[in-house]
């Protein structure tokens, strides 16, 4: 291996001599200057002055650059405005004070006092005025008269708790608008910071610079002062602090002179001691070096033969790229060590609540434990919070806030449970829910009252303080970590009845049994009712839906429930609306079939359903009812199905008797009828007699033979036959079963 690094680490040292040799002829000349002493006087007091000059000028920028903040950036002055604010805009307000903290030449602390809310906020933490730390200062400095001015050095913390206070001085800045205070801007200098900046060039104690307050106490406390020395002082006009700094004993230049006769002696052994000292340093300190450049080309020729064959590299070029790549190596291993320790917790509380997987409490401990989860809790509970319109939500946010506001989100009910002492874990269960495992202690008891009022103040948070709302479901609280899957399966089941309940609102077992649990389907007869008397034009089919939505309000119905609902019934009308004519079948298909089944897509409650439902209905209801007015047969056909209506009741209803009675030919009766009612004849007669037979028997003590006579039956017979095949019961049966439910 060549040494000439060898050769330069010695040539490097070289300067060590030259530092020697000037020391030694600048304590030469001094010897032999005793009148020198008079001006290291004189220049001690101006570096003094310059320093105190430096300062000052320091400190005016820093009270320069907080007026200029108060008066000219919105930003600031929207935390003195009347508007609520905010987590975002206090956030927003903290980056600017950090950035105007940046721009001060000291080490500092700054917060904004709002007079009006009686808030502080720093550049850390917002707080109320009544638990602020600093009120006292703050009070006494704020309602002061006169000029603001720079304080002497107090003690200063932001939290009560803390018992480490630190020396500042302060100044105050008052925020007027236009005339009447509003509040103020407090800068806090750290006394360490500002004696480091004034000995940012002081080697030993004895040529500190100190400052003395108009007490004449000093900032920070110094070594022992010897009683001989000579002491350099400045007043300053801007703050009334005193400037002072310490010489070196004069008395010590006269015993240089001494030294004159023997100082050629001395400076040759001190060359030579010098020469003789870094030689000696260069090879101790170069032979580690050469050890370990030879080990690593010795690694490198032996993994690529070719390497060897090359110009020898630069020896620091080749440890420090060695070292860069060990570096480089070790945080990648660590980032993918703690990326993978995430993942792993998700997947364990994934495959928990999901029920893929089963442990025991003494397994939880063995394996969650380590990853940081909680280890011991009383009772276990899993609450589901859910974005209400996550459709909307995706669409008003562009990803980058999306992830901001569910972070927010999660943090906020983290937050909560944590001022409780509760401990929990989370896990993003779908695009728009989450779910907590709330681990709770006894202190917690009765724990279905504790986190239910948790939950409702964390909704009332979320409403208060962002532009979305959240519905939260509360699971059962169970004992162990095997039974958390049920728990949260309930959870899940409960956040999804909001489609009854209604957005923004915490539903548990207690509020979910206020309703049936009688699902949705027993509706669906009373669907196709309502769906045919809308296609005949029966203005009854609004009263059918009012009772239908009426009737689900009552039912405990989750938000799959109302999406099979709205689906089935653009199914019944869809099917119906085929069935009309073909100018009414082509404006369903281009208008309306889209909107039916976009309404069990994106609503989420029944009054949402029901108001678009409503609306939808009615326009295609007055697009149908133009079509039936513009055909020339409508009002014939209409006058038909009244008399139908009217005379039901009359055992030689017919359809020859009808069309005799509008001077129309049989045929052309009937193929008028079932072209505009969508029925036909027979059929339209037999559905009319039979659902007021039907009426009378769940609504009257009539008997089945007279309630055939008054529906234009002669014989009973065929009454009991044409009601079974319609019904799927005799009459008296359906009225036993039917009649007993109402």
Known sequence: MRMNWYYRMMLSYTPIFFVVISSLIVVFFAALNHASKNRYIETNTAIVEQMM????????????????????????????????????????????LIELKSSFPFASSIYLYDEEKGRILSDSNLYELDAFADREFLMEVYHREGRSAWTEPRDYSLSAIDRNKQKVVSIVKNYSYPALRKGAIVINIYVSSLMEFLNQYSQEDRGTVHILDTGGQQFQESAAERSDSTRFQAVSDYTGWTYYAVSVNAAGYSALSLLSNVWIIAVLVIIVLALVWFTLI???????????????????????????????????????????????TATDYNT???????????????????????????????EAVPLGLPADWGKLCVVCVEIDRYSAFTESYKPGDQHLLKYILESALREMAHERGMLQ???????????????????????????????????????????????????????????????????????SYKAVFGTNAVIDNRIAEAKSDQGSYVLFGSMQEMVHLFRKGDDQWRG???????????????????????????????????????????????????????????????????????????????????????????????????????????????????????????????????????????????????????????????????????????????????????????????????????
């Open 282 to 328: 260069t090879h101790i300190h170069y032979k580690p070096i050469q050890n370990l450049v030879e080990k690593i080309n010795t690694f490198t020729g032996r993994k690529g033969g070719v390497r060897s064959m090359k110009a020898p590299l630069n020896e620091f070029k080749l440890i420090e790229s060695a070292i860069d790549n060990l570096l480089k």
């Open 544 to 742: 059918k839906l009012s009772q239908i939505m009426d009737e689900l309000k009552s039912r405990r119905l989750g938000r799959a429930e109302v999406a099979s609902f709205a689906a089935n019934l653009a199914q019944h009308m869809d099917k119906e609306m085929k069935a009309t004519s073909p100018e009414l079948s082509q404006s369903w298909d281009e208008r309306y079939r889209d909107r039916f089944v976009a309404l069990a897509k994106t609503t989420e409650t029944l009054g949402e359903l029901q108001r678009e439902l409503e609306a939808v209905m009615n326009d295609l209801a007055d697009d149908v009812e133009r079509m039936r007015e513009t055909s020339s047969s409508k009002s014939i056909a209409m006058r038909m199905k009244a008399y139908i209506d009217s005379n039901y009741a009359d055992p030689g209803l017919s359809l020859a008797g009808v069309s005799e009675r509008f001077d129309l030919p049989a045929s052309h009766a009937s193929t008028l009828f079932k072209k505009e009612i969508g029925e036909k004849f027979v059929d339209y007669v037999l559905k009319i007699r039979l659902e007021h037979a039907r009426g009378m028997l769940l609504e009257s003590d009539d008997t089945i033979q007279s309630i055939a006579e008054k529906v234009g039956y002669t014989h009973v017979l065929s009454f009991h036959r044409a009601f079974k095949k319609a019904f799927g019961y005799p009459p008296g049966e359906y009225r036993a079963i039917y009649r007993t439910q109402r």
């Open 336 to 366: 993918l060590q703690e990326a993978e320790a995430l993942h792993r917790k998700r997947i364990l509380i994934q495959e928990l609540l999901d029920g893929h997987r089963t442990m025991s409490d003494a397994q939880w401990q063995e």
């Open 425 to 495: 874990c989370s896990v993003w269960t779908e695009p728009q829910q989450v779910a907590f495992i709330l681990f709770l202690a006894k202190r917690h008891h009765p724990y279905a009252e504790t986190v239910y009022a948790m939950c409702d103040e964390y909704r009332r948070w979320i409403h208060a303080n962002l532009q979305l709302t959240v519905s939260v479901g509360i699971g059962v609280v169970t004992d162990g970590i095997g039974s958390i899957a049920q728990s949260y399966r309930n959870a899940g089941s409960n956040v």
């Open 53 to 96: 000059k430096n300062t000052e000028a320091n400190l005016k920028l820093v009270e320069r650059n907080a007026v200029s903040a108060l008066i000219t950036d919105r930003t600031m002055q929207d935390f003195f405005s009347d508007r609520p604010m905010t987590l975002y805009d206090y956030f927003v307000i903290q980056k600017k």
